[in-house]
Nanobody
Framework: VQLQESGGGSVQSGGSLRLSCTGS????????MAWFRQAPGQEREGVAA???????KYADSVKGRFTISRDNAKNTLYLQRDSLKPEDTAVYYC???????????????WGQGTQVTVSH
């Protein structure tokens, strides 16, 4: 299983970016998927997750601003991020596992991460 994130970059506060995570080597329909992020000097935190049935959970810090979605036909996970804030600056990772809504330590497959920088 391989996961590859794309769509990171630099944006000004209030802007939008959409991240994508394309997987290979597995049937994504059977997996729960999630986005995590890690800022310098901080622990990796969950941002949003979607299970194989389409149920979704968000971290309180991103509710109303981020939208997670998946296209199983393309084995791709998305994270639409609007109203970005400087505190959203981090490396964003996608993850996959058969178990839903786990902690970071419970996800088995990970992408390499993509940097997102939000400036004032």
């Amino acid at each position: 299983v391989q996961l590859q994130e794309s769509g990171g970059g630099s944006v000004q506060s209030g802007g939008s970016l959409r991240l994508s995570c394309t997987g290979s080597g597995y049937d994504s329909r059977k997996y729960s998927m999630a986005w995590f992020r890690q800022a310098p000097g901080q622990e990796r935190e969950g941002v949003a997750a979607i299970d194989s049935d389409g149920d979704i959970k968000y971290a309180d810090s991103v509710k109303g601003r981020f939208t997670i979605s998946r296209d199983n036909a393309k084995n791709t996970l998305y994270l639409q991020r609007d109203s970005l804030k400087p505190e959203d600056t981090a490396v964003y990772y996608c993850a996959a596992d058969v178990l839903p809504f786990g902690l970071a330590s419970e996800y088995y497959y990970w992408g390499q991460g993509t940097q997102v920088t939000v400036s004032h």
